[in-house]
Nanobody, 119 residues
Framework: QVQLVESGGGLVQAGGSLRLSCAAS????????MAWFRQAPGKERELVSS????????TYADSVKGRVTISRDNAKNTVYLQMSNLKLEDTAVYYC????????????WGQGTQVTVSS
């Protein structure tokens, strides 16, 4: 079992920055991929970014490339999502998720943190 707790969401003006955190506990380790998803009202859930726990291999959605950086602190079992130059369309609930590197599906999810970008 893996438990995930997100934090760092909030209200920010367009062009501003936020850093989201996801603290993991339980059965985590080098065989896990951690990711950030987001879901806006009326829209499908979108994979924003992912990172392998040990190798630092990362992916980014085209919609956030150049504005978002994912990173991890293995000592703290925490993954971060640094977002800058935020746009109105970044408004969504952001979820942290974990999957085995051997699987495609994400097995564990956090409760989500709201990010609202205002004009």
């Amino acid at each position: 079992q893996v438990q995930l707790v997100e934090s760092g969401g909030g209200l920010v003006q367009a062009g501003g920055s936020l850093r989201l955190s996801c603290a993991a506990s339980g059965r985590t380790g080098s065989n896990y991929v951690m990711a950030w998803f987001r879901q806006a009202p009326g829209k499908e859930r979108e994979l924003v970014s992912s990172i392998t726990w040990s190798g630092g291999w990362t992916t980014y959605a085209d919609s956030v490339k150049g504005r978002v950086t994912i990173s991890r602190d293995n000592a703290k079992n925490t993954v971060y999502l640094q977002m800058s130059n935020l746009k109105l369309e970044d408004t969504a609930v952001y979820y942290c998720a974990v999957r085995s590197i051997l699987k495609r599906e994400y097995d564990y999810w956090g409760q989500g943190t709201q990010v609202t970008v205002s004009s």
